[in-house]
């Protein structure tokens, strides 16, 4: 999906930078400095956009569950740093599962499609929260680091926030210190899209 048609812009309007997993390597954040420095007449929010059923994050998930498919990837470079780096977000969020769901929420049926989902946005939400610093972006500073999940088959842009409704629909800026980044884990993983996806087949 070009982020051009989610965001209802045209070709151009949006300096877009495209990442397997959300991943800040040094491309990523070199780009971004690029268009903090050169384009601050216009630049006003930065977006850190997640969508549900990623391939990166999913790779991760499989990994977690069986481990032995690790040797699958070993030897492919690039695909196991961007697996390397997102195992650490899949392991968050299969933690906050199993303290809100108890041990036995790894034998619920949409077990792996909800740590994905969770995964996804815990990821987004992490990437977005690590930018600010990275991008030598103060709390004072005229752009806004935010943060959302493209939901495929709803077509809407879906994050977790404790100040609007259940629906959750649209960005949410990135959480500003661990409090904020905790209390994102556990509005997460009691939502009711989460919970229903543990129970589907």
Same mark, same amino acid.
């Given at each position: ?44 929010? *930065? ?12 790779? =991760? ?20 740093? *961007? ?12 933690? !906050? ?18 740590? *994905? ?40 842009? !879906? ?8 629906? !959750? ?30 129970? =589907?087949?």
């Amino acid at each position: 999906m070009p982020v051009e048609l989610v965001f209802s812009e045209g070709p151009n309007d949006l300096f877009v930078v495209r990442a397997a997993g959300n991943g800040m390597g040094d491309d990523v954040v070199g780009s971004l400095s690029y268009a903090v420095d050169h384009l601050k007449g216009s630049l006003r929010t *930065i977006v850190v956009l997640g969508h549900s059923r990623c391939g990166a994050v999913s790779a =991760a998930v499989d990994v977690y569950l069986k481990p032995a498919k690790y040797l699958e990837i070993v030897q492919h470079k690039d695909l196991r740093c *961007i697996v390397d780096r997102t195992l650490v977000v899949v392991q968050l969020a299969a933690s !906050w599962l199993e303290r809100n769901n108890g041990l036995e929420v790894v034998s619920r049926p949409g077990y792996r499609t909800a740590l *994905i989902e969770v995964a996804i946005v815990l990821n987004a939400a992490l990437t977005a929260f690590g930018l600010r610093p990275s991008l030598g972006l103060t709390p004072r500073s005229a752009i806004d680091v935010v943060y959302g999940v493209y939901l495929l088959e709803e077509r809407l842009v !879906w994050s977790p926030r404790v100040e609007r409704g259940p629906d !959750w629909f649209g960005l949410t800026p990135a959480p500003r210190d661990a409090n904020e980044f905790v209390e994102l884990c556990g509005l997460l993983v009691s939502c009711s899209r989460i919970t229903a996806l543990l129970d =589907a087949d």
